[in-house]
């Protein structure tokens, strides 16, 4: 008995930790941090490394290149890890999860028998049920890349952790679009919205933990068509506008978007929603009406160049982030020309390239007229040469003006706090860390391609 009549209940000698690599995009990340939550009830705390870990999961993305080789490598090494742990008596149990997962289940499963349990991106919320049943299974594995008919979103626990200044909120996920080079239709099913309801509970309890920016994730996240509690249903310009009467929440981001589903109600919002940054990521791929036909995107060069002209004249300082895949099956000189001419046009304030590369199951992946590989390398290095110089101008534009910046975390040197402008340039600043959480006016002395920096004005920093 304690002094106070109470017997605490038993501890284990050490409570078990869970290790997840994350890898790919921003919903991967929420995925891992919903995770997370949904482990801590069965007493997992966080791990730093995979050494010790009692659980360690691979949360896996299938957009790069060679994804499931490197999944496998990854693997080997971890199995290692397994091996050492039971030599001294103890037990890892490997989980992979995500994408890859999802697509090439069943051969995880066979070539890697130091696997424990596999579950695509949308069996995640059964976690703790699966870890009970891969413990029953003595050994022998257990795959789950079903697409289950309840909705995940109603599963996940309410996160108890405070996220920090910024945090990612998932309000749409899988895709119908079906371009023919992406994996995503097949990996994360067919689109689904959550209601508006549940994203403002989420958005307001993020809110308490102290967050001021929310950025809505989304496969294709304006295809967003969620139900309001009358079942009516909303766009994402109608829920950026409910969003945006939650008192505290002083910025909101989404992505990504499709160009074709930029609506009229999507431009109003970039127009009249104060807490909506100027800045967005809009995927063009191409700027040939050709390739663009072949991968299914289904807009025109010139449609893209309208959309853009329509958000841009609501929003007239709106920064531009796109991607782009060079080399696309049959893609000729002309094609690339026609991108390069797109990019010169519109001007990117950030944007990501890569070379095309074929993703297994894909209509793209078997079409004829690949192209070589330093054909590729070269238009690879032309494009980012542009896009380059379009961002440090971009930058460099905004020397000797005043952004306000949100800053998030201290930076790399002493006395140094990082944030990011409404157009998510990286800002460092001088300033004391009890700052981090406002939003404070800076002014920019400093630009380079990847970030500003500046001083407080005189008023901020008194
Ligand atoms: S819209 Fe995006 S997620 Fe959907 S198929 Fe196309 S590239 Fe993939």
New binding site residues.
Partial sequence: MTAMGFIPPAMPDRAKRVFIRTYGCQMNVYDSERMTDLLAPLGFLPSEAPDDADLVILNTCHIREKAAEKVFSELGKIARLKRKKARRGGHMMIAVAGCVAQAEGEEIMRRAPCVDLVFGPQSYHRLPELIARARRSGGSGILDTSFPAEAKFDYLPQSEAAPGVTAFLTVQEG?????S?????YT?GAEYSRPVGQILAEARRLVGFGVREVTLLG??VNAYHGAGPGGEEHGLGSLLRRLAELPGLARIRYT?S?PCDVDDELVEAHRSVPQLMPYLHL?V?SGSDRVLAAM??RYTAADYRRIVERLRSARPDLALSSDFIVGFPGESDQDFQGTLDLVGEIGFAQAFSFKYSARPGTPAASAAGQVPEPVKSERLAALQQLLERQQRAFNEACLGRVLPVLFEKSGRHAGQLVGRSPYLQSVHAVADPCRIGEILPVIITRASSNSLAGSLTEEAAA
């Fill in positions: 895709c119908d679009k079906f371009c080079f992406c994996v995503v239709p994360r496969q294709n990504t499709h995927p791929q299914n995107r």
